[in-house]
């Protein structure tokens, strides 16, 4: 009997238990604690940035980044349509309208031509997403900014991991978010976190996040803040994650290699990796030819006890953003795109089934002509 592979499987066979243990035996569970503090510290130096602030998840990330930056009614944020839809709706959120772009056909990033072409007197912020864990544009991307006078966002939910000539994604804007889901390439059960280079940012995030309560006065609060607060049994979880993300990454990488390699000579379209780029691979993902061809191929998989996902349905088509936009690119890719099984756990017997398993679907597809 074959065993089923799910799509997405977090690993948490290092501390994690030992760490949540301690949490329930000092009863340090909520959101104080001496593992939020060292998963934040641990997590700014992991990723280059000067101030990493622990909140609840991935999207309060953003709508605190944005926030935090005085983004609101009136305003224009400029992002990409093909992302999951959290992106968006903390832009909504703070009251701002999204303006979407679509995205370059190989690298599945936004267009920053594009994005050159939507600014007006409203805009005030460009917000890029690292798509699957390849970088945007970023150098781009700071000069329009810079020449415009807008913030500069990042979400790298997808992009633990991920470098632009060198360098970690996070560092190229004013402020950047990671989600720690439990399919994020580090997990925290649910979590997210916000990082910055400017110490102000940084205090005006950790103030929206403690329900707006002033340093050094008990109970007051001088602004209508949130409860976007990670708890320490989170974070215990975040810093064993930490602790391994390095094997995470190497892990991955070899996942991809893999597929690359073994369905190179099949009628398949990959992420092309762009100049610069090091993509750390959150979701590996493939375009067949058609839509029909792609549901096809999903069911041939599940028949044969592998879990995928469609790509992301770009959110300019649903139906509380619908501005009867055309993006052609990005509802082309996301209509033939499927992830495979992209954990770092998968053993080479697993990735030789799945392997096999679309090689036997597109060899009974090419007799059929
Ligand atoms: C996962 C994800 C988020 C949201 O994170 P949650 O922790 O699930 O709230 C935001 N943006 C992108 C691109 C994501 O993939």
Redesign the pocket.
Same mark, same amino acid.
Not at 43 to 52: E, I, L, N, R, Y
Not at 204 to 218: D, S, Y
């Given at each position: 009997m074959k065993s089923f592979i799910p799509v997405y499987q977090p690993d948490l066979s290092g501390n994690e238990k030992a760490y949540v243990n301690e949490c329930i035996d000092t009863t340090w569970i909520s959101s104080k604690g001496r593992f939020v503090t060292e998963f934040e510290q641990q997590f700014a130096k992991s990723t280059d940035v000067s101030f990493a602030v622990s909140v609840s998840? $991935? =999207?309060? #990330?953003?709508h605190l980044a944005l926030l935090a930056l005085g983004v609101g009614p009136g305003d224009e944020v400029i992002v990409p349509s093909f =992302?999951?839809v #959290?992106?968006i709706n903390a832009i909504h959120y703070v009251g701002a309208m999204p303006v979407f772009v679509d995205i370059e056909a190989e690298s599945w990033q936004m267009d920053c031509k594009q994005v050159e072409r939507c600014i007006t007197t409203k805009t005030k912020a460009i917000m890029a997403?690292h798509?699957y864990g390849h970088p945007c544009d970023m150098v781009i991307l700071q000069q329009l900014a810079r020449q415009h006078k807008l913030y500069l966002l990042e979400?790298c939910? /997808?992009a633990f991991g991920t470098k632009l000539y060198g360098m970690h994604v996070g560092n190229f804007s004013d402020v950047a =978010?990671y989600? *720690? *889901?439990g399919n994020?390439t580090i997990t925290t059960g /649910?979590? $997210?976190m916000v990082v910055t280079q400017n110490v102000e940012l940084d205090s005006e995030v950790r103030h929206l996040k403690g329900q707006g309560l002033k340093a050094g006065r008990e109970y007051w609060h001088d602004i209508v803040g949130y409860n976007y607060r990670m708890t320490n049994i989170c974070a215990a979880i975040g810093l064993a994650q930490l602790e391994r993300a390095e094997g995470f990454l190497k892990c991955k990488q070899n996942i991809a290699q893999y597929y690359l390699r073994q369905l190179a000579d099949l009628p398949l379209t990959m992420q092309v990796i762009q100049q610069g780029a090091w993509h750390s691979w959150w979701m590996f993902s493939i375009l067949t030819d058609t839509t029909v061809q792609r549901d096809a191929l999903r069911k041939h998989l599940l028949d044969a006890g592998i879990e995928t996902r469609p790509l992301f349905n770009p959110v300019h088509l649903m139906p509380m953003y619908n501005q009867e936009q055309i993006l052609p690119i990005s509802e082309n890719i996301a209509s033939r795109g499927v992830n495979l099984p992209s954990w770092p756990g998968l053993t080479i017997e697993q990735l030789q089934r799945i392997v096999a398993e679309v090689r036997v679907f597109f060899k009974r597809e090419y007799s059929k002509l």
């Amino acid at each position: 009997m074959k065993s089923f592979i799910p799509v997405y499987q977090p690993d948490l066979s290092g501390n994690e238990k030992a760490y949540v243990n301690e949490c329930i035996d000092t009863t340090w569970i909520s959101s104080k604690g001496r593992f939020v503090t060292e998963f934040e510290q641990q997590f700014a130096k992991s990723t280059d940035v000067s101030f990493a602030v622990s909140v609840s998840n $991935g =999207t309060v #990330a953003l709508h605190l980044a944005l926030l935090a930056l005085g983004v609101g009614p009136g305003d224009e944020v400029i992002v990409p349509s093909f =992302t999951y839809v #959290a992106s968006i709706n903390a832009i909504h959120y703070v009251g701002a309208m999204p303006v979407f772009v679509d995205i370059e056909a190989e690298s599945w990033q936004m267009d920053c031509k594009q994005v050159e072409r939507c600014i007006t007197t409203k805009t005030k912020a460009i917000m890029a997403v690292h798509l699957y864990g390849h970088p945007c544009d970023m150098v781009i991307l700071q000069q329009l900014a810079r020449q415009h006078k807008l913030y500069l966002l990042e979400d790298c939910a /997808e992009a633990f991991g991920t470098k632009l000539y060198g360098m970690h994604v996070g560092n190229f804007s004013d402020v950047a =978010t990671y989600s *720690f *889901f439990g399919n994020k390439t580090i997990t925290t059960g /649910e979590g $997210g976190m916000v990082v910055t280079q400017n110490v102000e940012l940084d205090s005006e995030v950790r103030h929206l996040k403690g329900q707006g309560l002033k340093a050094g006065r008990e109970y007051w609060h001088d602004i209508v803040g949130y409860n976007y607060r990670m708890t320490n049994i989170c974070a215990a979880i975040g810093l064993a994650q930490l602790e391994r993300a390095e094997g995470f990454l190497k892990c991955k990488q070899n996942i991809a290699q893999y597929y690359l390699r073994q369905l190179a000579d099949l009628p398949l379209t990959m992420q092309v990796i762009q100049q610069g780029a090091w993509h750390s691979w959150w979701m590996f993902s493939i375009l067949t030819d058609t839509t029909v061809q792609r549901d096809a191929l999903r069911k041939h998989l599940l028949d044969a006890g592998i879990e995928t996902r469609p790509l992301f349905n770009p959110v300019h088509l649903m139906p509380m953003y619908n501005q009867e936009q055309i993006l052609p690119i990005s509802e082309n890719i996301a209509s033939r795109g499927v992830n495979l099984p992209s954990w770092p756990g998968l053993t080479i017997e697993q990735l030789q089934r799945i392997v096999a398993e679309v090689r036997v679907f597109f060899k009974r597809e090419y007799s059929k002509l």
